[in-house]
């Protein structure tokens, strides 16, 4: 897919200084003439698969109700106020992913997925807001937008979405088929269909705090070095037998204060972390592997490209790849910097590259991570 305008008459950096994180813009014709990249029946066949994400979403009379899938069928399109979601079509389609790729001017440590959304005539998921970044490409039909950046960010106790309580716009726009609306994180919004339409939601990454920290408390366990055992052989008869002595509080604080993280420490893990494909996510290699030998003569013809579901990363002399992590010489920085920034290589690139890179490109291959051609 060649490069799309995406953001009108502003670049990404204009766009990063003036937008990102800071208020919505909405892009008449950021992709012109755009068509949807699949039709209502290739979304309902992939949302009847359990490692596909998707939820169904009916409303009528002020009553919500949402079904998650597997979906084993979808309501008549002649019935109004339904909306079917499906997560991750990027996944799944080559067109979607290559559509997803256009947003690369944010970093791929940020970049999410591609969700579609179908809905019929009246049809939404309410009132609310996103934690994250989120463009919203209109892809077929109308949708009329209502936004506003409220602080009361409260949701109806009881229902199976969170819908805001109290739901005050201050702005409403209707997109056509490839306009784009961009919001910010805690931004809310309201989008209902104008007729039968198409949105597809670029949506960002943003762990949690509490998130990070958890996992790279269990990431670090098994990295933590304490010898010795606790002992107290200056030990007092104890009065009050049930206090916890105040020298065995200091000695254990004293000792795990030398518990130190460095930066190299965090650069793995959030590598490891954020390069680690969502559990839904499943690699096939392919049936009949070619021979070590057969792989490289292909691939130095035909070059290599990462499969839509790897995600790679890089940072320094630590290369990322599906939430495993290396350290790379310098000889390989360049091949393997320009596989994850391109996520492909021509075969030539393939002539300067080591054994041991050889030897895991291959690996990569017999597991379904890269692809040849």
Same mark, same amino acid.
């Given at each position: ?163 805001? @309580?109290?739901?005050?716009?201050? =702005?409403? *726009?209707?997109?056509?088929?490839? #306009?784009?609306?961009? $919001? &910010?994180?805690? !931004? %809310? ?18 762990? @949690?705090?509490?998130?990070?920290? =958890?996992? *790279?408390?269990?990431?670090?366990? #098994?990295?933590?070095? $304490? &010898?010795?055992? !606790? %002992? ?32 190299? #420490? ?108």
């Amino acid at each position: 897919m060649k490069k799309l305008p995406l953001l009108g008459d502003i670049t990404p950096a204009q766009f990063l200084r003036d937008y990102w994180h800071k208020k919505p813009l909405v892009i008449r014709q950021a992709i012109p003439g755009f068509k949807p990249l699949l039709s209502l029946d290739a979304l309902a066949e992939l949302a009847t698969h359990d490692h596909v994400e998707s939820r169904l979403v009916t409303a009528g009379g002020g009553h919500w109700n949402m079904q998650t899938g597997p979906l084993e069928a979808i309501p008549s399109t002649a019935q109004k106020e339904w909306t079917l979601l499906v997560q991750g079509v990027n996944l799944h389609d080559a067109r979607a992913d290559a559509l997803l790729r256009q947003f690369r001017f944010i970093p791929d440590a940020r970049l999410d997925d591609l969700m579609v959304s179908f809905a019929t005539d009246g049809g939404g998921v309410g009132p609310h807001f996103d934690s994250y970044d989120v463009f919203l490409l209109q892809a077929a039909g109308q949708r009329r937008w209502r936004i506003g950046p409220q602080k009361d960010l409260s949701v109806i106790e009881g229902l199976p979405l969170k819908i805001l @309580s109290k739901f005050k716009p201050n =702005e409403e *726009f209707v997109l056509e088929p490839g #306009d784009m609306l961009y $919001l &910010p994180p805690h !931004y %809310a919004h309201d989008g209902v269909a104008i007729g039968d339409c198409q949105t597809y939601s670029i949506g960002f990454r943003s762990p @949690s705090y509490q998130e990070l920290g =958890e996992a *790279f408390l269990q990431f670090m366990a #098994d990295s933590i070095d $304490l &010898p010795g055992r !606790y %002992a107290d052989p200056e030990l007092e008869a104890s009065a009050k037998p049930a206090e916890i002595p105040r020298h065995m509080l200091a000695t254990v604080a004293e000792e795990m204060n030398k518990v130190r993280f460095t930066e190299d #420490d965090v650069t793995i893990f959030l590598g490891e972390h954020l390069s680690e494909p969502k559990h839904n996510v499943f690699f096939t290699g392919p049936a009949k592997p070619l021979a070590v030998g057969k792989f490289r003569e292909a691939a130095a013809k035909k070059g290599l490209s990462l499969s839509r579901k790897t995600l790679m990363l890089y940072r320094g002399k630590n290369v990322f790849i599906n939430g495993e992590s290396f350290a790379i010489g310098r000889a390989d920085k360049a091949t393997l910097e320009a596989l994850a920034n391109e996520r492909a290589l021509p075969g030539t690139a393939l002539a300067t590259a080591s054994e041991d890179v050889l030897d895991a490109l291959y690996t990569w291959y017999t597991d379904g991570w890269i692809e040849l051609g």
